[in-house]
């Protein structure tokens, strides 16, 4: 034991000491963390939804490079042939170098966290279950970098051995690409790699729902860990002249292969997989109101709309990022808490009707820094801008069914439906690539203004904008915006404005509020027949991906919206 | 007196390399026993496989009293250990090493007090990547005996020291005889055996081919001494093949070598012969049988190839 303990404070004390270790796992994680915030800052992506992903990062560099590099050159060298002339076990060894390697991690995330808070991030909103998440998102991962240890013969396979595992983490295995971003077979692969059950359990720590939500990522990140661990020490080697590929025992890599595989089907039969969700869905809070359920109707009065507007907004007028920020709820992307049914099934969240508790948190000026907190219960909720979005949010899995409300037909759209069910904070920023739209006082290229000028010119006289139906008709008009944005053309970043301002010319305020939140909230319906006509107008060049470009109508939708009722403030 | 490492038909192959093909031996209580033999003759192997780095595929291995293929952490409470080379990690200081060690052993001595014995005080506290080969070599001895050990193995120990460093290792291993330690010493240095061992066992080719003292296996070997002369005045090879008991001679003008058996009667017929023609001697020397003669005549190999 005394020799464990030795071995323990040795193997930090060396590591204190070592420049380019430190560098490694202290530096790196917190250059990732800035380099994320300052790349994304302009578009407005909170640090506290990534924290799960930025520590999974963090985590994954230590155990995947840092441990076995160590352990690797250590035995290269001979250190650990001379620590076999001693009565020393495996356990002693294997033991205090990971709970050496976890000492590390937990301070390494600890700086992340402070430098994260330093930057304005709010606190985690279950800081011992992110400490027990934590915990556990080590023992996965230095149970990895133990079998890797054990496989490489060099520190050059290690690297090797590494980047085979690290990168397709990141890229498909849900670690630094969100996972309802990948296509729907990377989101089945990613089951099989622990880093995304480390990001979902992280991530439900610091603004999820803690460790109720996240046990099945805890019990995989243990089965993975476990396995890792005892592979690891049956394949444990003292001397560098024992090569992998001719040894006996070769087999135990296999138990480790095993758990993941084990992990990854167990997650297919609970059918867990799939987390994507269109992204105009992730600003509809209530999926009973998409439902079309006949309920309570009351018109749209000429009074609510005025109330509803009364921040001004003219709707033709340029756009500012969005940041009306209604209530917190529940974070949709890219790290969706853990229990979301499979399925393209929008945040199952409702508001809890009557929770007065909850609506005082919610109104309460309680955020201290300058991100929006969306995900986050009530108590760090940020103050409205509009005093009548105060629904507060309560967990995606645990709330009650959204009362039934929902409008029947358009015409029977209500204010309070608008503000129960649409938030605005989670659109995609206006400078973003997904549904863009450039500030008013930005001129574009004398090209693109061309353009932009002839589809000025020729939307009045526009075929599909002539139908008359006017939720039709106003899909109709959305299609010219949303397809240059599916395409990305360059005309994509101004043509929203002059959508929108065809869109108010020719439909009636009240009318188009209406329209724009049936549109936000049925974006599968209605005929896409106009996006065969936008050749008329010299825009987009074939049919896009339907469902994504009814996507981003849905979305251009809400921004109108947003625009018209004054949730999204003008420059 | 009890015997503190027993050897019984230890064998080990690598693929179709046999490394050691039955290697018996014993080593008695405070005895500094030698194992001497070139390189790849198997003595690494043997020793590896006595203090627990290597797992024999037969043979019986006693140390101290323990079976070593049995309870080989039993052994390694015993026994101290110096390899060719240590490597240890490069920023761990000698007194951070020998802490560590000495917390892996029921009983160890102070790691202060074997930085003083072994001269490690100065750079007690220095980097391991800062010491000299020869300053690394005391620290892996200071190691070897941080559990104040009953037997101490020392597998090449010198290779690779500058001359200096090798004289100030060979006088450690003479004081641990004096502190009345027993030693294992592999070496395939003659003259390092010589002086330090007070048994030798030549191995080749994976086996042990003779065992005594030096002398012992000097005054048993049939070696014969060589003369090599040279005169002012020519000589005549006829004169010298004529002596009694010599062989192998090789004479050139005023130059002559040869090898006998019976030294004392050859050099006495020679210097009568010499005087008789009036011939001047200008260098006469006589070589008597070394190790390596003996090593040569048992195995019919170099021992520095």
């Known amino acids: 034991m005394n020799g464990m303990l030795q071995q323990f404070r040795l193997s930090l004390r060396l590591h204190?000491?070592?420049?380019?270790?430190?560098?490694?796992?202290?530096?790196?994680?917190?250059?990732f963390l800035i380099a994320f915030w300052v790349l994304y800052r302009h578009e407005n992506v909170p640090l506290v939804r990534h924290m799960g992903e930025l520590f999974t990062v963090g985590v994954l560099g230590g155990a995947c490079f840092g441990l076995p590099t160590t352990m690797v050159s250590e035995r290269e060298r001979g250190?650990?042939?001379r620590y076999r002339l001693a009565p020393v076990s495996t356990a002693t060894l294997v033991v205090s170098t990971i709970v050496a390697r976890y000492c590390i991690l937990v301070t390494s995330a600890l700086l992340q966290l402070a430098l994260a808070l330093a930057l304005g991030m709010p606190m985690p909103a279950h800081p011992l279950d992110l400490a027990v998440a934590f915990t556990f998102v080590s023992f996965g991962f230095v149970g990895l970098g133990l079998v890797m240890a054990m496989m490489a013969d060099n520190v050059p396979a290690v690297q090797a051995l590494g980047q085979c595992i690290f990168l397709p983490m990141l890229i498909i295995g849900g670690v630094a690409v969100p996972l309802n971003s990948l296509p729907i077979w990377a989101q089945h692969v990613s089951a099989f790699f622990p880093g995304r059950y480390a990001v979902e359990a992280l991530q439900s720590c610091v603004n999820g729902n803690?460790?109720?939500?996240?046990?099945?990522?805890?019990?995989?990140?243990?089965?993975?860990?476990?396995?890792g661990c005892l592979a690891g020490s049956k394949l444990f080697r003292w001397d560098a002249q024992q090569r992998f590929s001719t040894r006996s025992g070769k087999a135990w890599v296999t138990v480790a292969i095993a758990a993941w595989a084990g992990v990854g089907l167990l997650a297919e039969s609970r059918g867990r997989i799939v987390t994507r969700v269109p992204e105009s869905q992730a600003v509809v809070r209530s999926p009973a109101a998409r439902s079309a359920v006949p309920g309570i109707t009351p018109k749209l009065s000429a009074a609510e709309i005025a109330a509803g507007n009364a921040a001004g907004a003219k709707a033709a007028a340029p756009p500012a990022p969005a940041t009306a920020v209604s209530t917190p709820a529940p974070t949709a992307a890219p790290s969706r808490p853990p229990g979301t049914p499979s399925g393209a099934a929008p945040?199952?969240?409702?508001?809890?009707t009557g929770n007065s508790a909850g609506r005082d948190k919610a109104t309460a000026p309680t955020a201290k820094g300058p991100e929006p907190v969306p995900a986050l219960p009530p108590t760090?909720?940020?103050?409205?801008?509009?005093?009548?979005?105060?629904?507060?949010?309560?967990?995606?899995?645990?709330a009650p069914p959204a009362s039934a409300t929902g409008p029947s037909t358009w015409t029977a759209v209500t204010l309070e439906q608008l503000e129960r069910d649409l938030v605005f904070d989670r659109l995609p920023p206006d400078s973003g690539i997904v549904t863009p739209?450039?500030?008013?006082?930005?001129?574009?290229?004398?090209e693109v203004a061309t353009d932009l000028e002839f589809v000025r010119e020729n939307l009045p006289k526009w075929q599909p904008g002539k139908v008359a139906d006017p939720v039709q008709r106003a899909r109709n008009y959305l299609y010219v915006a949303a397809v240059p944005d599916v395409f990305q053309l360059p005309i994509e970043r101004y043509i929203a404005s002059v959508v929108y301002d065809r869109m108010q010319e020719d439909i009636p305020k009240d009318q188009l509020i209406q329209v724009l939140y049936w549109i936000a909230l049925h974006p599968a319906e209605g005929d896409e027949s106009a996006v065969d006509q936008l050749w008329a107008l010299h825009v987009g060049n074939g049919r896009p991906d339907m469902g994504e470009a009814r996507d981003r109508v849905a979305l251009y939708a809400v921004k109108l919206l947003g625009r018209l009722t004054g949730h999204i403030k003008m420059q | 007196m009890a015997a503190k490492v027993v050897v019984q038909d230890l064998r080990k192959r690598y693929g179709d390399i046999q490394a050691a093909q039955g290697v018996s031996f014993k080593i008695d209580d405070g005895e500094i026993f030698g194992l001497l033999g070139p390189n790849g003759s198997g003595k690494t192997t043997t020793v590896e496989c006595i203090i627990g780095l290597r797992e024999p595929d037969a043979g019986e291995i006693e140390v101290c009293g323990i079976d070593a293929r049995q309870?080989?952490?039993d052994v390694k409470q015993k026994i101290g250990a110096a390899l060719q080379t240590t490597a240890l990690q490069d920023k761990i200081t000698p007194r951070e090493a020998l802490t560590l060690f000495g917390s892996f052993y029921r009983d160890s001595a102070e790691p202060q007090q074997m930085l003083d014995r072994f001269a490690l005080g100065p750079k007690g506290d220095a980097p391991f990547d800062t010491l000299s080969g020869g300053q690394r070599q005391r620290l892996a001895l200071a190691l070897a005996f941080i559990n104040k050990p009953e037997l101490v193995f020392l597998d090449e120990p010198t290779t690779g020291l500058d001359p200096q460093s090798r004289r100030e290792l060979h006088s450690e291993i003479a004081r641990m005889k004096q502190d009345g330690h027993t030693v294992l010493l592999t070496t395939h240095y003659i003259e390092e055996a010589e002086q330090l061992c007070d048994r030798i066992a030549i191995i080749d080719r994976g086996r042990i081919v003779a065992t005594g003292t030096p002398r012992?296996?000097?005054?048993?070997?049939?070696?014969?001494?060589?003369?090599?002369?040279?005169?002012?005045?020519?000589?005549?090879?006829?004169w010298l093949s004529a002596l009694p008991g010599v062989d192998g001679l090789t004479c050139d003008h005023d130059r002559a070598t040869f090898r006998t058996v019976e030294i004392t009667r050859t050099l006495a017929e020679l210097l009568k012969l010499l005087d008789a023609r009036g011939i001047e001697i200008a260098e006469l020397q006589v070589r008597k049988a070394t190790l390596e003669d003996v090593f040569i005549e048992l195995t019919g190999e170099s021992l520095r190839d």
Do not use: C, H
């Not at chain 1, 204190?16 to 250059?31: C, E, G, T, V």
């Not at chain 1, 460790?211 to 993975?224: E, Q, V």
């Not at chain 1, 945040?347 to 809890?352: E, H, I, K, R, Y």
């Open chain 2, 216 to 238: 012992e296996l000097m005054s048993r070997s049939t070696a014969m001494q060589s003369v090599s002369l040279a005169t002012v005045q020519p000589l005549d090879p006829l």
């Open chain 1, 347 to 352: 945040t199952p969240v409702a508001p809890a």
């Open chain 1, 437 to 446: 739209i450039a500030p008013a006082d930005e001129e574009p290229d004398p």
């Open chain 1, 79 to 81: 250190v650990w042939r």
């Open chain 1, 210 to 227: 803690g460790l109720s939500t996240a046990r099945f990522d805890l019990l995989a990140l243990l089965m993975i860990g476990a396995a």
């Open chain 1, 16 to 31: 204190y000491r070592n420049k380019m270790a430190l560098l490694y796992s202290y530096l790196f994680p917190l250059i």
């Open chain 1, 380 to 398: 760090a909720g940020r103050t409205p801008d509009v005093p009548a979005t105060t629904a507060p949010a309560p967990s995606p899995d645990t």
């Open chain 2, 71 to 73: 309870r080989p952490q």
